[in-house]
């Protein structure tokens, strides 16, 4: 069936340090790939979004980019601070399948001053 | 306010009793699903609902019920609760279609049920 894999965490990293958060699926078709955030206590909401092979999301410094080729979704940023610490879902979307998400089983990242 | 709400936010309960976890929403949304996250697993689907009269199983809905009562309201049922049920628990809703339809869900801020 459809899976998503991320790199296992914590990944723990000092202020403006490069941060890649490795992820990768496996689906018969092409899904929709998101990148979902959960700050501690809070629910998730979505960082971004790409629906198609080679598009790329961008939001709040953080990028990745659709990569048909080699099934990934890397999510990366230049330069990350102590407010991006959270734990970081990767997921899939069939639309014709309900809209539900498939999960990744998270990276919890961790950035000290 | 939120426009996802949870309810109760944490949860305490003994083995076998009946448990209730609600959510409301103010986003005038028409799809509801209820996740179960749990550490190293992420979130996997329980159940999920394209209306009133539309509620499908997800991966992991044996052991729970759902009970649809509004366009607004999902509730998730644990009729007899076992320690392995204990987890955090999100509802979600999003669009079905149209121009607002992004693919995107949006969360409650989740209800922690520990059964003992």
């Known amino acids: 069936g459809d899976s998503v894999t991320q790199m296992e965490g914590p990944v723990t990293l000092s202020e403006e340090a490069f941060l890649t958060i490795n992820c990768t699926y496996t689906?018969?078709?092409?899904?929709?790939l998101f990148w979902y955030v959960q700050y501690p206590g809070e629910g998730l909401q979505l960082l971004l979004k790409?629906?198609?092979?080679?598009d790329k999301g961008s939001n709040k410094g953080f990028e990745a980019t659709y990569r048909k080729e080699t099934t990934s979704f890397h999510l990366e940023k230049g330069s990350v601070q102590v407010s991006d610490s959270a734990v970081y879902f990767c997921?899939?979307?069939?639309?014709?399948?309900?809209?539900?998400?498939?999960f990744g089983q998270g990276t919890e990242l961790s950035v000290k001053p | 306010d939120a426009d996802v709400t949870q309810t109760p936010r944490n949860r305490i309960t003994k083995t076998g009793k009946r448990i209730m976890l609600e959510c409301s929403q103010t986003?005038?949304?028409?799809?509801m699903y209820w996740y179960r996250q749990d550490p190293g697993l992420g979130l996997r689907l329980i159940y999920y609902?394209?209306?009133?009269?539309?509620?499908n199983k997800g991966e992991i809905s044996d052991g729970y019920s759902v009970s649809r009562q509004a366009q607004a309201k999902f509730s998730l049922s644990l009729e007899s609760a076992i320690p392995n049920q204990t987890a955090l628990y999100f509802c979600?809703?999003?669009?079905?279609?149209?121009?607002?339809?992004?693919?995107?869900?949006?969360f409650g801020e989740g209800s922690r049920l520990t059964v003992l």
């Open positions: 689906a018969t078709g092409y899904p929709s």
């Open positions: 979600a809703t999003s669009w079905t279609s149209g121009p607002s339809n992004t693919g995107e869900l949006f």
């Open positions: 997921a899939l979307q069939f639309r014709n399948q309900g809209g539900k998400l498939i």
């Open positions: 986003k005038g949304h028409d799809r």
């Open positions: 609902s394209f209306d009133v009269k539309d509620i």
């Open positions: 790409a629906t198609k092979a080679d």
